[in-house]
């Protein structure tokens, strides 16, 4: 998926359509991510799809929970999504940011190459 070090680094276009694409699939996870917890709070809790979203998003995004769960489906499926969430943060956050890193250290090893061949 990415160049090798011994290539030469991406055009600024072909980054761009890279980034985006890493993007495009972070969003898509976030936003399965949400529809998993929308459908949970839905199905256990009762809850209007409105108030399941909002729970959802606010577990999802690290705040934790609007309404207080009343069934032990509902607190066991809040419990398991968020161990969920926490994970799901990191792996977004990896996905958007890995052609960053890997630019910046496809970069810095064509620099130590070319300083290395002076």
């Not at 936003?31 to 999802?60: P, Q, T």
């Not at 609007?66 to 943060?89: C, D, N, R, W």
């Not at 990191?90 to 960053?100: H, L």
Request: proline fraction near 3%.
């Amino acid at each position: 998926m990415f160049e090798q070090k011994y290539k030469p680094l991406l055009s600024r276009a072909a980054f761009a359509r890279r980034l985006l694409l890493s993007t495009a699939a972070g969003l898509g996870m976030v936003a399965l991510s949400l529809g998993i917890g929308m459908w949970g709070y839905h199905h256990f809790e009762r809850m209007s799809w409105l108030d399941a979203f909002v729970n959802a998003a606010m577990i999802l995004s690290g705040m934790g929970p609007l309404s207080p769960l009343m069934t032990e489906g509902g607190k066991l499926f809040a419990g398991f999504y968020a161990i969920y969430s926490g994970l799901a943060v990191i792996m977004v956050a990896g996905v958007i940011f890995a052609p960053v890193i890997h630019r910046a250290l496809h970069r810095f090893h064509l620099d130590a190459e070319n300083s290395k061949r002076r």
